[in-house]
Every structure is written in C-alpha cells, then in structure tokens.
C-alpha cells in the first residue's frame, strides 16, 4: 500500500493530528521513540487502524521555527513562511523576546511581522509604541489592531502564507485566531491582571487553513526564547542594523564591547544601534559564543 500525505495540524507531545490531502484527520503517533516533529511538517502516513496512522516518514523542511537552551530544545513550528510576533497594549511584553525572535526569523530567512493587540485599551498604546520604536525603525513592519474589532488589517498580510503566531501569554494570538477563523473555536481566557501576566491558554501548536495557500499556527505563549542552536555567525547576521560595521572593525576577533577600534561600538555610541538591542546582542553571544576566525 502506498503511504499516505499529510500534514501535522497539531502536535501534543507524542501524539498528532495529521490533515491528508482530501481533508480526513488522522490520529498519528511517529515511528521511532524519538519524535522530532512539528506543526506543519509535511508527513507520509500508513494507516494503522480507525483514524488512526503511524508517521513513516518526514519530508524535508523549508524551514524549522524553534527554540533551544543548554540541555533542551522546543520545536515550535515547521515550513513556517512568516513569523508574527504578537504583543498588547496590556500586559506589558518582553522587548528582549522580540529581538530573540526576530533573531529566530532572521536566521531562517522568515518574514516578520509585529502586532500590536488590543489598541482599544487606549492607555497602553503610546508605551507600546515607544516600547516598539526600535524595531519600527530597523524596517519591521508593525501592524496595531483590535483583535476583538478589526483583525481583518491582518488578513493582507496572510495570503501565500503559512504564518505562525507567536508571543507571550495573554497577548491575544487565540482571539486573533478566532477572529480570522470563526471555525477555529480556539481557547482563550482571561489574562491575570492581578499578575500582570498571561496565563498560558493554548497548550501545543495547531494550524488552520485561511485558504488553499494560506496557512496560520497558533502556538502557546512563551516567557523565553532560548537561541543555544545558533553559530556566533547566525546571531550577528540576526541583527541587520550590525552588518554594516562588523566588518569594519580594528581586530577580526573583535566582541564588539569596548575594544579599541570597534565600529558596532563607534556605532552605539552615536546612537546608531539601539542599546537596548545591543545589550541583547551581548548576551546572546555570552550564551553561544563569538565567530572564529
Ligand atoms: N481588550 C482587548 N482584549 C483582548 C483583545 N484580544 C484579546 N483580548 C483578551 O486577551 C485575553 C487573552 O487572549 P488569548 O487569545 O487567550 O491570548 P493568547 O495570546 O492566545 O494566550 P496563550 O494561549 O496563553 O499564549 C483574553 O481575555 C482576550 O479576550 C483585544 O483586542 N482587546
Ligand atoms: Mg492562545
Ligand atoms: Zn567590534
């Protein structure tokens, strides 16, 4: 019997949801013991029993969205096109997280693309924006909206697409989901104000078709995003605003702190590199290192 193609639609833990080409969902645990796989990786499947299927095989990916500290890695999504990284007037977001995603974008050649959720909530939206400049000014595009009145400014952005939303707890993906796709039925709730923090709604990754080309993911929210699996090399080229100088710098070794000499510093100084994305930048190479020449 030939196998069957799919794609994952949704995967908890071992266990996934795979979506064959005439639209039948079958319930499918990998082959092996170890499963490295992701929404949205495009599968071969033998069926095993009623709506059931073993994964035998895994197409090769156009791109793998994760995130990695020193002992553990988290698969977020695969054949992703374009990341969308989801903040809110309330409760306040994680600079530092936008940068680490971005930087996860950048290494994967992703479009990114910033929301700014809950522009109803009038008070927080001049703090998010001045929160956002830095990354408005680098060329990231960002998009305010109202997910609960007018999620559809997000539509344009979708066709051709397969998308993943990705942010902290709480900052409204799920509504974003639902609004874009009544029939996603996707669980949100009430975000903590009390702590200021979101609790985490959605459990695992789930994709949804917009269209025939268009695909969206909604993932769980995330406090942190660990980048150990980078090279020094794919953190510089992360940061577009450094390329200009790494290059031009005294000595080839150079960390890009305070030598003498140092261009991105030369740069910093004259307020040409944000410092806040510089600091970011600093620590990311303290986790995995500096290039070698
Ligand atoms: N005022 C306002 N509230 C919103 C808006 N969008 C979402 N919310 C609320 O924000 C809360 C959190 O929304 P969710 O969609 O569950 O957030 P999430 O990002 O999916 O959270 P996790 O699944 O935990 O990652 C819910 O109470 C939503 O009703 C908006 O545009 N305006
Ligand atoms: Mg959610
Ligand atoms: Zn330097």
Redesign the pocket.
Known sequence: MSPLEGTIIAAHGRQYRVELADGEILSCFPRGKKSELACGDRVNIQRSGDGQGVIAATAPRHSLLYRSNAVRQKLIAANVTQIIL?VATEPSFSDELITRCLVAAESQDMRALIVL??C??LDGVAAAHATLAPFASLGYPILPL???DNADLLRVHLGGQTSVLV?Q???????LINALIPAAQAA????STALDS?????THATLYRLDAQSQLIDS??LQEFGLHHLSPEAIEQGFPELRPFVGQCRFRNCQHDREPGCAVHAALQQGLIDPRRHAVFRQLQAEVGTPRW
């Not at 949100?188 to 975000?191: A, C, G, H, Q």
């Open positions: 989801v959720n809950k109803d909530l109202c997910a609960r942010g707890s709480g900052m409204g993906k799920s509504t949100t709730r009430e975000i979101g609790k985490h709604t959605t769980p929210g």
